[in-house]
C-alpha cells in the first residue's frame, strides 16, 4: 500500500480517537505531541522529546515603548522599514521578506496558520534564524518538528494559542465559554456577537490565550498589549482593502478572502482592540489609508505622523 494512502489512513484513525472536542488538533501530525507545564511545553516525537518551547506569556510586560506591527499587505510595498529599524518590530506571516530585503531583524515574529507553514516554509526557516522572538502555533511546531526538528533548539521560538484552542485541552461548548469568560475581568467580549466568543474577544493575559479573529493581525495586537508595549502602529494591514494581494508576489501562497471574514471576525476583534486601547491608554492607530478597516474602529494616521508622534513623545520624556 503507497504511503501517502497509509498517512492518511493514520490520520483518520486518529482523528476518531481524537474525537470533536480535540478537532483544533486534526492538523497536527500523528507522531507529534506537547506536554505542557505551567511556563513551557515539551515537544515530542514519536513519543521521544525535542525541544522544550516556553509559553508566550513567559514574556509578558517586560517590554515598552512603541511598537510596529509589520503586516503583509500590499501597501508595504511602499514602506521604508529603515525609518523604524531603532524601534521594536512584529513580522507577521511573511513580512520578513521585507525585513530582510531591507537588511533588518524584526523583534519579534508571529505565524499562527498552518498553511504558511506548509506553502511558505522558508519564511518560518527564516524567521526562527534571524534570531527574532518566535510566537508559533502548535500547528506549526508539529510542521517544524517534522521537517526540521533541529530549528526547535534555537532557542528563540514561543507557543503562543487561541484561548478556546490549546493543545491537550478539550475544546469547550459556547455555553462553557460563556460562562468562563464573561466571569473573567480579563477577557473582553461583544455584546452583540456572543455566538461568537470562541473566535472574537480581546485578551489581555497571555497566559489565557488570545482570540483569532480569522487573521493574524489580531493575534499580533493582543500580544503587542500583553508584552508591555505602549504604543502600536500597524503597517501593511489592508484586509484587501487595496483590491491586491501581498507586498510580494507569490502564486503559492494566495491572500486570504479578509472580506469575506470581515463581518463579524476581524470588525469585532479590532472593536474590542480599540476599546482595550481606550481602557488601558495603550496608543494604537492602522497606517494603511485603503485597509478595510474603516478609521472609526482604529484610527488611520500616516507613516510620517507615526513618526512624528514617536519623537514628540521621546522629546518631552529628555
Known sequence: MPMKVLHKLHCGFRRLLLGSCFKHQYNCHPDFDLLRSETACTVL??????????????????????????????????????????????????????????GLTPTHSIIVDHRVFKRQWQCVVDSIRSGAHCFFSFEGLSIIAERAPELLQQGNIYLIESATRQYGVAR?????????????????????????????????????????????????????????????????????????????????????????????????????????????????????????LPAHIIPKISFTEALQQIEEHTSSKK
Open 172 to 292: 469547550e461548548s459556547i455555553k462553557q465559554c460563556l460562562q468562563r469568560f464573561q466571569q473573567d475581568t480579563e477577557i473582553a467580549l461583544a455584546a452583540d456577537l456572543l455566538p461568537y466568543c470562541r473566535a472574537i474577544g480581546f485578551s489581555h493575559n497571555l497566559k489565557k490565550g488570545v482570540f483569532a479573529g480569522k487573521t493574524v493581525a489580531t493575534w499580533a495586537v493582543q500580544l503587542a498589549f500583553g508584552l508591555g508595549y505602549s504604543a502600536i502602529y500597524i503597517v501593511g494591514m489592508d484586509l484587501g482593502g487595496t483590491g491586491k494581494t501581498h507586498f510580494y508576489a507569490d502564486k503559492n501562497n494566495p491572500a486570504p478572502d479578509f472580506l469575506r471574514y470581515y463581518e463579524p471576525h476581524i470588525r469585532g476583534c479590532f472593536e474590542l482592540a480599540r476599546q482595550a486601547s481606550e481602557k488601558t491608554g495603550v496608543k494604537l492607530y492602522n497606517l494603511s489609508q485603503q485597509s478595510a
Open 45 to 102: 516525537w514519536k513519543k521521544q522529546p525535542l525541544a522544550t518551547i516556553p509559553f508566550a506569556h513567559t514574556l509578558s510586560h517586560t517590554l515598552h515603548g512603541p511598537c510596529w506591527i509589520v503586516a503583509s499587505g500590499p501597501s508595504l510595498a511602499d514602506i521604508d522599514l529603515q525609518k523604524i529599524a531603532p524601534y521594536p518590530t512584529i513580522s507577521l506571516n511573511c513580512a520578513i521578506k521585507k525585513f530582510l530585503e531591507a
